[in-house]
């Protein structure tokens, strides 16, 4: 995923009371972490499950 596709994806979940993080590429695979509003920690284990996540905040799932 590139920089501008994360940053919009941070900004889109930040809307939504939710805060994004990411890994290192430079450490391998990267996964992505989302803090909800009420302090819980999701591991998403790639930009597709980040993206699911954010469908289903705004209920388009």
């Known amino acids: 995923?590139?920089?501008k596709e994360f940053?919009?994806?941070?900004a889109q979940?930040?809307?939504a009371g939710c805060s994004l993080?990411?890994?290192a590429p430079s450490?391998?695979?990267?996964?992505?972490?989302?803090?909800?509003?009420d302090?819980?920690?999701l591991h998403m284990?790639?930009?597709c499950d980040v993206e699911?996540?954010?469908?289903?905040?705004k209920g388009q799932l």
């Open 27 to 37: 450490d391998g695979h990267v996964s992505y972490f989302v803090a909800t509003a």
């Open 52 to 57: 699911r996540f954010l469908a289903q905040l």
């Open 45 to 47: 284990w790639d930009a």
């Open 7 to 10: 940053q919009s994806l941070r």
């Open 39 to 41: 302090g819980t920690i």
């Open 1 to 3: 995923m590139e920089q």
């Open 21 to 23: 993080w990411r890994t």
């Open 13 to 15: 979940l930040a809307l």
